[in-house]
């Protein structure tokens, strides 16, 4: 069975940078996005970041030109770069793995996964 499993999250001061990792594993064949999502108290999961195979990437306007998303196909891995956080960025951050097609004992599937969330911080 396919497992998504983030890491990196914690207390940072605000101007400061932190680095989230990813990984999807079990039998998959591909990953069509890999994306990170977050939620803050009290509002909806919002879209951060995701790299789409055959289309590229695209960020939400909140983050663009401080964060990074970067992905490793061979390791089903996608990594979040986030420089000069606010306190604003502050959230429970989610990686999503969509369109996955894997082999799972009940056959081939396609499907979609998240992690369990990793908590990002940004207080002084």
């Known amino acids: 069975q396919v497992q998504v499993v983030e890491s990196g999250g914690g207390l940072v001061q605000p101007g400061g940078s932190l680095r989230l990792s990813c990984a999807a594993s079990?039998?998959?064949?591909?990953?069509?996005?890999m994306a990170w999502y977050r939620q803050a108290p009290g509002k909806e999961r919002e879209l951060v970041a995701a790299?789409?195979?055959?289309?590229?990437?695209e960020y939400a306007d909140s983050v663009n030109g401080r964060f990074t998303i970067s992905r490793d196909n061979t390791k089903n891995a996608v990594y979040l770069q986030m420089n000069n956080l606010k306190p604003e960025d502050t959230a429970v951050y989610y990686c999503?793995?969509?369109?996955?097609?894997?082999?799972?004992?009940?056959?081939?599937?396609?499907?979609?996964?998240w992690g369990q969330g990793t908590q990002v911080t940004v207080s002084s």
């Open positions: 790299d789409t195979r055959g289309r590229g990437i």
């Open positions: 999503n793995a969509a369109g996955v097609l894997s082999q799972e004992p009940t056959g081939t599937t396609w499907d979609d996964y």
């Open positions: 079990g039998s998959i064949f591909s990953i069509k996005v």
